[in-house]
Nanobody, 121 residues
């Protein structure tokens, strides 16, 4: 069993930055694929970024060049640095871990509670 707790969300102006954290407990985050998803009001949850156990990384086209996913195994924590934020990035952001390198939410076993990111124009 893995428990995930996100933090770092908040209100920021367009062009600003935030760093989201995903603290894991119960198991080592290094044993898993770590991903971030987001869900805006009235929309389906969508893939944002994935980091594999070997270091492979993929991003959604909408965030490439602006978001950076990373992991600190010593702190058992995943991160997502978000720069050049846009109003359309406004959503609840969720971290998830699983055993398969995939962008599809249904394959992730464990999810955090989410953290709200609001970008004002």
């Amino acid at each position: 069993q893995v428990h995930l707790a996100e933090s770092g969300g908040g209100l920021v102006q367009a062009g600003g930055s935030l760093r989201l954290s995903c603290a894991a407990s119960g198991r080592n985050v290094s044993d898993y694929v770590v991903s971030w998803f987001r869900q805006a009001p009235g929309q389906e949850r969508e893939f944002v970024a994935v980091l594999g156990r070997s270091g492979a990384i993929d991003y959604a086209d909408s965030v490439k060049g602006r978001f950076t996913i990373s992991r600190d195994n010593a702190k058992n924590t995943g991160y997502m640095q978000m720069d050049s934020l846009k109003p359309e990035d406004t959503a609840v952001y969720y971290c998830a871990v699983g055993g398969i390198y995939t962008t599809r939410a249904k394959f992730y076993n464990y999810w955090g509670q989410g953290t709200q990111v609001t970008v004002s124009s």
